[in-house]
Nanobody, 120 residues
């Protein structure tokens, strides 16, 4: 199994910044991609940003230019630097990983979530 542990959430004012961290551990052969999703009250979970092992990134339109995702393959970690935060960024942020525990056997794993609250 793969465990994901997030950290770095909190309360910040509009225009502020936060950095989320996620570390994967467990029986990992290879992580192929990692990403961040978020879910606000009453809304569906949505992709915020993702990064592949090769470094390709993908962002939701709502965060382009404000958020930056990065990763460290050697440490099985992913980061999300969030700048110019807005109240609409308030949500629980979940780390996600697509990983192989043995070669060729892929699974998707989720962290427990970390709360990000942006006050107006």
């Amino acid at each position: 199994q793969v465990q994901l542990v997030e950290s770095g959430g909190g309360l910040v004012q509009t225009g502020g910044s936060l950095r989320l961290n996620c570390a994967a551990s467990g029986s990992i052969f290879r992580i192929n991609a990692m990403g961040w999703y978020r879910q606000a009250p009453g809304k569906q979970r949505e992709l915020v940003a993702a990064i592949t092992r090769s470094g390709s990134t993908n962002y939701a339109d709502s965060v382009k230019g404000r958020f930056t995702i990065s990763g460290d393959n050697a440490k099985n970690t992913v980061y999300l630097q969030m700048l110019s935060l807005k109240p609409e960024d308030t949500a629980v942020y979940y780390c996600n990983a697509e990983a192989e525990t043995i070669p060729g056997v892929r699974g998707r794993y989720w962290g427990q979530g970390t709360q990000v609250t942006v006050s107006s």
